[in-house]
């Protein structure tokens, strides 16, 4: 029963559930895998925008051309956006006619389109 005082681990009463702190609003840590995740796959999807925007995937952006060397570049650029979650801009939901909300949507997408 909620509101009712409850026998602690050591035997004696805990505090009613009126009584307990409301849980944090973020974890700080959490909140910094989330900062990290978004900057890893801000270039990716900056480029991903171009692709969407002009059918082209601009390979001189990347630091390392060897990572798609043997594999298409767009097929490459969807394979590392595959799961990704961060929602896309109302601009890109509105170039794919609204068919995709997050990054990774759009990425298969697009993916299937190709192959298609």
């Not at 009613?16 to 909140?31: G, K, M, Q, V």
């Not at 490459?76 to 909300?101: F, G, I, K, M, T």
Request: aromatic content about 6%; glycine content about 8%.
């Amino acid at each position: 029963m909620l509101g009712m005082a409850r026998w602690g681990g050591d035997g004696g009463i805990s505090r009613s559930d009126e009584e307990r702190p409301a849980p944090p609003l973020f974890i700080p840590h959490a909140e910094k895998e989330h900062k990290k995740m978004i900057s890893r796959h801000g270039q990716l999807c900056r480029m991903f925008a171009t692709l969407i925007e002009t059918d082209r995937v601009p390979t001189e952006e990347l630091f390392d051309q060897s990572v798609i060397a043997g594999h298409d570049p767009a097929d490459w650029l969807c394979d590392q956006l595959w799961d990704c979650a961060d929602v896309l801009p109302s601009a890109l939901r509105a170039e794919l006619d609204h068919a995709a909300n997050t990054y990774g949507q759009a990425a298969r997408m697009i993916h299937a389109k190709r192959e298609g």
